[in-house]
């Protein structure tokens, strides 16, 4: 009997709405040359009759039924019984469309540099209907189609925090990742943990066709919903998923990977190269980086032989530096708005109270020219900016916000929609994630601000009336600018 060539696999969980179309999308493919793996993980409804009834007629599919939810990792179980030489992945609420794994295994077996490739997605409701690109679910996800890129590319994109994909567009080499399998610690990334494996290996490629369809459920019921549960999750993960960049074979590849990070000095103990890695993700990076670069330091400095050598290596005690870099850690709060500003690479962070006035100071480095970025990470709803202020001494003080030819070096995210008041600016963040940037120079008429000062107001939501007022009102304020 012939080998398949390509196994599939599906871990199957309460889905019986959606396990049959799934299954059958996989039956149906042009390329018929497969094995298809299902794993049931205890489903309380009728799951197992379902995909049970598929396995009788179809003897491509083997099938088993755990009787102990998570007593089993389903994809780690039949990977080490795969017999393909490709691995493609399917959830029980999702689709391929005809002729994704044709596709698919024709690039692989191709262009031998390409060790994973994924598919553009439609994503549909639980009706099946696609949704359509105003719809909140549809806004969400949508990031998670990317363009092709070279390796080296995808890797800083990943590691320094970008999207994941669509795990059931994957396919990728079986012989990559040997019986390994996935990190079944990571309940949320350990996808993204293998694509980074993946990734150390070989480039991925992705075919601009929506071959797959990934299903968005109702009521937060997608296991990778925007929770904050899942969010305070996704830091821990992505920290641990970090330790695989400081492994010996990759950390001498850093500097192509993160061009701004530079080891001057190859010849450098491991330990040193790790502590240089760990301070550039606290100085450069984002949460999960920033607990990781201070978890990475604590170990090195705490155990003789690692501290010894990298003290012995710089000369000097580094207790000192440790505790100011243990300052710069960002605890999430996601009671609060979080405001993120950085002037000249040096980031400072604020929580404040939604709903009331926030006055935030922040220091400027002593410099020509400012290069300022203002955010708000964590936020949905509305942020109204009152003034944006540089203060000097002796209370001597330039307000942005009022200043027309200041206004026009301002690039504004898309993420932000801009309403003019009396001529002076008003934000509005309609996304997670706003920001605005600008570049200032420092020393204006012989005046060197020592201070950024920023008032601000945020508020969860916008009311249906009030976001259609905003809209009118814009709209009219506008018009009055541009005349």
């Given at each position: 009997?012939?080998?398949?060539?390509?196994?599939?696999?599906?871990?199957s969980?309460?889905?019986?709405?959606?396990?049959?179309?799934?299954?059958?999308?996989?039956?149906?493919?042009?390329?018929?040359?497969?094995?298809?793996?299902?794993?049931?993980?205890a489903?309380?409804?009728?799951?197992?009759?379902?995909?049970?009834?598929?396995?009788?007629?179809?003897?491509?599919?083997?099938?088993?039924?755990?009787?102990?939810?998570?007593?089993?990792?389903?994809?780690?179980?039949?990977?080490?019984?795969?017999?393909?030489?490709?691995?493609?992945?399917?959830?029980?609420?999702?689709?391929?469309?005809?002729?994704?794994?044709?596709?698919?295994?024709?690039?692989?077996?191709?262009?031998?540099?390409?060790?994973?490739?994924?598919?553009?997605?439609?994503?549909?409701?639980?009706?099946?209907?696609?949704?359509?690109?105003?719809?909140?679910?549809?806004?969400?996800?949508?990031?998670?189609?990317?363009?092709?890129?070279?390796?080296?590319?995808?890797?800083?994109?990943?590691?320094?925090?970008?999207?994941?994909?669509?795990?059931?567009?994957?396919?990728?080499?079986?012989?990559?990742?040997?019986?390994?399998?996935?990190?079944?610690?990571?309940?949320?990334?350990?996808?993204?943990?293998?694509?980074?494996?993946?990734?150390l290996?070989?480039?991925?490629?992705?075919?601009?066709?929506?071959?797959?369809?990934?299903?968005?459920?109702?009521?937060?019921?997608?296991?990778?919903?925007?929770?904050?549960?899942?969010?305070?999750?996704?830091?821990?993960e992505?920290?641990?998923?970090?330790?695989?960049?400081v492994?010996?074979?990759?950390?001498?590849?850093?500097?192509?990977?993160?061009?701004?990070?530079?080891?001057?000095?190859?010849?450098?103990?491991?330990?040193?190269?790790?502590?240089?890695?760990?301070?550039?993700?606290?100085?450069?990076?984002?949460?999960?980086?920033?607990?990781?670069?201070?978890?990475?330091?604590?170990?090195?400095?705490?155990?003789?032989?690692?501290?010894?050598?990298?003290?012995?290596?710089?000369g000097?005690?580094?207790?000192?530096?440790?505790y100011?870099?243990?300052?710069?850690?960002?605890?999430?709060?996601f009671?609060?708005?979080?405001?993120?500003?950085?002037?000249?690479?040096?980031?400072?962070?604020?929580?404040?109270?939604?709903?009331?006035?926030?006055?935030?100071?922040?220091?400027?480095?002593?410099?020509?020219?400012?290069?300022?970025?203002?955010?708000?990470?964590?936020?949905i709803?509305?942020?109204?900016?009152?003034?944006?202020?540089?203060?000097?001494?002796?209370?001597?003080?330039?307000?942005?916000?009022?200043?027309?030819?200041?206004?026009?070096?301002?690039?504004?995210n898309?993420?932000?929609?801009?309403?003019?008041?009396?001529?002076?600016?008003?934000?509005?963040c309609l996304?997670?994630?706003?920001?605005?940037?600008?570049?200032?120079?420092?020393?204006?008429?012989?005046?060197?601000?020592?201070?950024?000062?920023?008032?601000?107001?945020?508020?969860?939501?916008?009311?249906?009336?009030?976001?259609?007022?905003?809209?009118?009102l814009?709209?009219?304020?506008?018009?009055?600018?541009?005349?």
């Amino acid at each position: 009997m012939k080998e398949p060539l390509v196994t599939v696999i599906m871990a199957s969980y309460n889905h019986e709405k959606f396990v049959g179309k799934a299954i059958e999308s996989v039956l149906n493919q042009t390329y018929q040359n497969i094995e298809f793996l299902i794993g049931d993980d205890a489903s309380p409804d009728n799951s197992v009759e379902i995909i049970s009834r598929y396995a009788a007629q179809d003897k491509r599919i083997q099938f088993v039924s755990f009787e102990k939810n998570r007593s089993e990792h389903i994809r780690n179980y039949w990977i080490h019984r795969a017999k393909g030489k490709y691995i493609a992945i399917i959830n029980s609420d999702d689709e391929f469309e005809l002729g994704k794994i044709q596709k698919q295994v024709e690039i692989l077996e191709k262009d031998n540099s390409i060790g994973l490739v994924f598919t553009r997605t439609k994503y549909i409701n639980e009706a099946g209907e696609q949704l359509s690109a105003s719809d909140p679910k549809y806004e969400s996800y949508q990031s998670l189609d990317h363009t092709n890129r070279e390796r080296i590319e995808w890797l800083r994109y990943m590691i320094e925090g970008g999207r994941s994909f669509v795990h059931s567009s994957a396919m990728y080499r079986k012989d990559l990742i040997g019986d390994v399998g996935y990190n079944q610690l990571l309940a949320l990334m350990s996808d993204f943990d293998m694509w980074i494996r993946l990734l150390l290996q070989k480039n991925m490629f992705i075919i601009d066709e929506p071959l797959t369809n990934m299903r968005m459920l109702s009521g937060s019921k997608n296991m990778s919903a925007n929770t904050v549960g899942n969010q305070n999750r996704v830091i821990f993960e992505f920290s641990q998923i970090l330790q695989r960049v400081v492994s010996p074979d990759v950390i001498d590849d850093l500097t192509e990977i993160f061009p701004q990070f530079e080891i001057t000095d190859k010849q450098a103990p491991q330990p040193v190269k790790e502590y240089n890695f760990y301070k550039y993700c606290i100085d450069y990076l984002w949460q999960p980086h920033q607990q990781f670069g201070i978890h990475g330091m604590y170990k090195l400095l705490h155990t003789d032989k690692t501290k010894n050598e990298i003290e012995a290596y710089f000369g000097q005690k580094l207790f000192g530096e440790f505790y100011k870099y243990s300052n710069k850690l960002r605890i999430v709060n996601f009671n609060y708005p979080e405001l993120t500003v950085t002037v000249n690479e040096k980031t400072e962070h604020l929580l404040f109270e939604w709903d009331k006035s926030t006055v935030a100071e922040f220091t400027i480095p002593n410099s020509v020219n400012a290069d300022i970025h203002v955010s708000f990470p964590n936020i949905i709803g509305t942020v109204n900016i009152k003034s944006v202020v540089f203060r000097g001494k002796k209370g001597k003080s330039i307000k942005l916000l009022e200043q027309s030819s200041l206004l026009e070096k301002i690039n504004w995210n898309d993420s932000i929609d801009v309403v003019f008041v009396n001529d002076i600016p008003r934000l509005l963040c309609l996304k997670e994630g706003g920001q605005i940037s600008f570049s200032f120079p420092l020393c204006e008429k012989n005046f060197v601000p020592e201070h950024l000062v920023i008032t601000l107001k945020a508020t969860k939501q916008i009311p249906r009336k009030r976001f259609s007022d905003f809209l009118k009102l814009s709209t009219l304020l506008l018009r009055k600018k541009k005349t």
